[in-house]
């Protein structure tokens, strides 16, 4: 039997910094003229790929535009914390026996700056990013890559997520999605969107980890 094994997204999820990428977006938009694209509708797509973040913003490409933003939400990076309970969650999935494993839309070079941020490698089984796929969220590519790089079989794993995008993501891939309210997306939605289950943020789930999906791995 395979070991267990929980996929966790990290942005919004593990590491508040959902809203920080949106004030990074604005001012990269608007510094490569485009001052109409709004807050809200930034945010709403906040988790998705660039190429498709950016497509769906614009309605087309715009490479200067994804080069400002991560030159804008570099200079956030010191204000990037975890939520509250997040190490703990990652903590607890180890000690049952499982495997952690952060599997995330992030650039390489973001990546490292959302671990320096959770500071816990020891407990971190692999890491998929962006880099190591064709396509990022909502297609299932970092989750498939994330199991096979991990070792894990889909139905021994649960997805911990906090948008739409990670619920459609690990439908495709064949994953049942645990959802989390902290990257600021409504509960009736993450669970219109598939989420078998959603919670306040990760300290709740840790709270609530035997009655919860989780549980059930181990």
Known sequence: MSRSGVLFDVDGTLVDSNYLHVVAWLRAFRSTGHPEVRAADVHRCVGMGAD????????????????????????LWPELRPFPGAVDLLREVRRRGGAAVLATSATEEEVGALRRALDCDDVIDSITSSADVEEAKPSPDVFTTALAEAGLDAERCVVVGDTVWDAEAASRAGLRCVGVLSGGIARAELLDAGMAEVYDDAAALLKAFDQSL????F
């Open 52 to 75: 498709l973040f950016v497509e769906r913003l614009l309605g087309s490409d715009d490479e200067t535009a994804k080069k400002a933003h991560g030159v804008e939400y570099e200079r």
């Open 214 to 217: 989780l549980a059930s791995l």
